[in-house]
């Protein structure tokens, strides 16, 4: 025991003289760049150093409504000019089927820099939205209903039955506040009809998601619940103000956003109090209220960029590169040809100067984070 400690006593000295030469040396400015080459020791980011081609198309998230993978999509992978799919039902004839679709799609050989899981992602809300058998067995507003309690349970089933088909998004849980009349309190998609009550039970369904290894997705920020129609067939315009919107509608993204939630989905309705265009191309919005007042660091997705009400602000490039500007990291389309369409602009954009490289490195790197989180087992 005592040469044990002679020999921890020794090695204490040489650590010390070795931390005081590096002092030393730091206080005289020696002018010795790490041994690693990078400033101050810390690791480049992986962001900072893809190719244009790939930085954009880290932005990109395209769907796919089949169980099979085309040429096209599986080069754009190859490439690393996609960084997730969203798959529907038609991707879904069976649980098997889906199963072996999504091993498929990982094993894609991609980029070194790029080798984390790509994003797959469903909308698994419940009830009328649901795109593969299992839980969760309940529509939002009957959890809402039945408690914390049973929507934390239907998170935690939901999770299970996600990752064990290779899903590692839910495009869930809905955040609006359904108010009466509105299509999200009609479709039964809202927890409740206070903010109060989608509070209470939603937050605990997306806690239960992400303890499960599958990342919730808080939507349509900063609000949807007031809308009389789905923002993928009619402009909605949300007339209320900014207080109501702060202190009602944002109320339950505000506890989303506090319990560590990952992903924030960006709607496309327009709320005039902010900007007059859609949520998901307002920076007042985007990055203003969700980043600035809330707080968010996580990933900003948008809903899907072909729809009826983005339709009237361009098509899919100009959308895309709107959205961009605005603060979302990940650009969401239908259609591969439109996301292509999409990262082409988005490279031209930044080749010019006309995108904050920094700024757009930083969204790209917030979707590398997400992917390896979502990688760890």
């Known amino acids: 025991m005592q040469l044990r400690r002679r020999r921890q006593i020794a090695l204490a000295a040489l650590v010390g003289l070795a931390l005081g030469a590096f002092a030393l040396g730091a206080a005289l400015g020696d002018g010795k760049a790490p041994e690693d080459g990078t400033e101050g020791g810390t690791e480049p980011k992986p962001a900072a150093e893809l190719p244009l081609s790939q930085l954009a198309g880290q932005r990109i998230v395209t769907s796919l409504e089949s169980t099979g993978v085309s040429k096209k999509l599986k080069a754009a992978i190859g490439r690393g000019e996609v960084a997730g799919v969203v798959l529907f039902a038609g991707s879904f004839p069976s649980r098997a089927a889906g199963q072996r679709l999504i091993a498929r799609l990982q094993a894609i050989r991609r980029p070194p820099l790029l080798r984390e899981p790509l994003l797959i992602m469903v909308d698994q809300e419940g009830g009328l939205v ?97 809308a009389s129609e789905n923002t993928d067939e009619a402009v909605q315009r949300i007339g209320l103000s900014k207080l109501k919107l702060r202190e009602v509608d944002e109320a339950p993204y505000r506890a989303f956003v506090a319990a560590g939630g990952d992903l924030v989905m960006l709607g496309t309705a327009i709320y005039p109090a902010f900007s007059p265009l859609p949520a998901a191309f307002a920076r007042p919005i985007a990055t ?39 603060g979302a990291d990940l650009l969401l389309y239908t259609h591969l040809n439109a996301a292509e369409d999409a990262r082409r602009a988005l490279v031209k954009k930044l080749r010019a100067g006309k995108l904050d490289r920094g700024e757009f490195e930083e969204s790209v790197q917030r979707v590398l984070d997400l992917r390896a989180k979502l990688g760890r087992p």
């Open 130 to 226: 649901k795109r593969v058998e299992g839980p969760p067995d309940a529509s939002a507003a009957e959890m809402g209903e039945r408690g914390a309690a049973f929507s934390g349970e239907q998170g935690r089933l939901t999770a299970r039955s996600l990752r064990q088909l290779g899903v590692n998004v839910d495009l869930a849980p809905v955040l609006d506040v359904a108010r009466s009349g509105g299509t999200i309190a009609e479709t039964e998609r809202g927890f409740g009809a206070t903010a109060a009550k989608v509070t209470a039970t939603a937050i605990p369904f997306a806690e239960a998601l992400q303890a499960g290894g599958v990342a919730a997705t808080g939507k349509h920020f900063p609000g949807l619940g007031s």
């Open 288 to 326: 203003g209220e969700l980043r600035g007042r809330l707080g968010f660091e996580g990933v900003a997705v948008t809903d899907a960029l072909e729809t009826v009400a983005v339709g009237a602000f361009g098509g899919p490039a100009k959308a895309g590169v709107a959205a961009a500007r605005a």
